[in-house]
């Protein structure tokens, strides 16, 4: 008997169909001997209305903690018509929200990190035979606060709780047979990958890929659970997400993805001396804005000029930020660009092996782009450009590393990220 984890994003449970589609498999694979967790989304687009219904009401920004209120509800409707499938099939089945199934969590609404599992209903009703269904996206504050934990929310919550329960496999049922070398609805001829390793995943999830969120991937490496992405609409093969994977003959770059959710802010005439950098970067991180890539151009006259990358989402209220430290730190004016995109290439193999980056400036410039920013690491190299020619750059950079096939793939829609 195997203890398997099932995640379900919104477009497998996307109406009723699918939620009877979604009960069979999983009453299929309890039958086979398994004991099943199943940890679910909001169904389609529940959570967009949510939102839309939100702004419809309040005319400034809602309060977080009454939207963690309102979205939680997307995810108990999910995991109640679940089990009702699930019974109506003959097999015994217990929902749970994400604070029954005792998911703990920091009290920051909106993003929230998991702090504490405590699975003891989720074991009680496994042992009594059941199919255990779990909210996903979802937990509760030790002072009693429901949270949400952000976009890709059930994927962490799906791998969490494999790592809580020690189990067997957790399994991530999307809208694609697995992982591809990039996106491909723009790439019609990308290459599944049958194995990938947690540093390569994690990177390509940073960095864009839609196909699991980066949390669920932490989770993943640090508690070594065995993961797998596969297709909800068939039995195919999938990815394995492992510690190590074998490497194909040739093939450095494993993957490619992109970013269109950033930008870019520069702080011009900014006095250079010990501890700028570090109220600056302080003040962001105290409002909970992550910031990317940082580059720092050279000192003329005892002032420099320093650019960095943040969400496009996060770039109203980040220069808001640095205007209120203006008198703090002191510089002659901060500007920002969007308009950009984050383009990555990724592999294990880069390290060792030579001009691996060189190829990608050379196929970016002979596109007739410039680039505005880079960053590196041992795996990956990042470069943010225009985003007018997007498609273009990431086809020929598939191409440059030897990443096409002579098969075009079925795309069946929108990758789930919830």
Not at 6 to 13: A, E, Q, R
Request: hydrophobic residues 40%.
């Amino acid at each position: 008997m195997s203890l398997i984890v099932m995640k379900f994003g919104g477009s497998s449970v996307g109406d009723a169909e699918r939620m009877k589609r979604v009960a069979n498999r999983v009453v299929e694979r309890q039958r086979e001997g398994n004991q099943c967790v199943v940890v679910v989304s909001a169904m389609g687009d529940t959570t967009d209305d949510l939102i839309d219904l939100s702004k419809q009401i309040c005319s400034v920004t809602p309060p977080a903690r009454e939207m963690d209120m309102l979205l939680t509800t997307g995810e108990q409707v999910s995991v109640a018509l679940l089990s009702m499938a699930i019974q109506s099939l003959g097999q015994p089945a217990l929902s749970f929200t994400g604070w029954q199934a005792g998911m703990y969590t920091e009290g920051v609404h909106g993003k929230a990190r998991i702090t504490d599992i405590q699975p003891k209903r989720i074991l009680n009703a496994l042992n009594q035979g059941n199919v255990v269904i779990v909210a996903g996206f979802q937990g509760m504050t030790t002072e009693g606060e429901i949270t949400t934990l952000g976009r890709g929310g059930s994927d962490t919550t799906a791998v969490a709780l494999a790592a809580a329960i020690e189990a067997d496999v957790c399994e991530i049922f999307t809208d694609v047979d697995g992982i591809y070398s990039t996106d491909p609805r723009v790439v019609k001829c990308a290459r599944k990958l049958p194995e990938i390793t947690y540093d390569e995943m994690l990177e390509l999830a940073n960095l864009g890929a839609a196909v699991l969120h980066p949390r669920a991937v932490e989770y993943a490496k640090n508690y070594n659970v065995p993961l797998v992405v596969r297709s909800s609409f068939n039995h195919n093969a999938g990815t394995n997400v492992k510690e190590e994977a074998a490497m194909e003959q040739g093939i450095v770059v494993r993957g490619i993805a992109s970013d269109k959710n950033v930008a870019r802010i520069s702080i011009l005439g900014i006095e250079e001396k010990p501890g700028q950098l570090a109220k600056v970067f302080t003040a962001l991180a105290k409002e909970q804005i992550d910031v990317d890539i940082i580059v720092q151009s050279g000192i003329m006259n005892g002032q420099a000029d320093f650019s960095f990358t943040v969400s496009l989402t996060d770039k109203d209220r980040a220069l808001e930020v640095i205007q209120g430290i203006r008198s703090e730190v002191g510089f002659r004016e901060v500007s920002s660009q969007e308009n950009l995109v984050k383009v990555s290439i990724v592999g294990a193999g880069m390290v060792s092996t030579p001009g691996v980056a060189a190829k990608m400036f050379e196929v970016i410039s002979d596109l007739g782009l410039s680039i505005n920013m880079v960053s590196t690491s041992e795996i990956k190299t990042s470069c943010v450009i225009d985003n007018s020619r997007l498609n273009e750059v990431i086809q020929a950079l598939h191409t440059a590393y030897g990443l096409d096939t002579d098969t075009t793939v079925f795309v069946g829609g929108p990758q789930d990220r919830r």
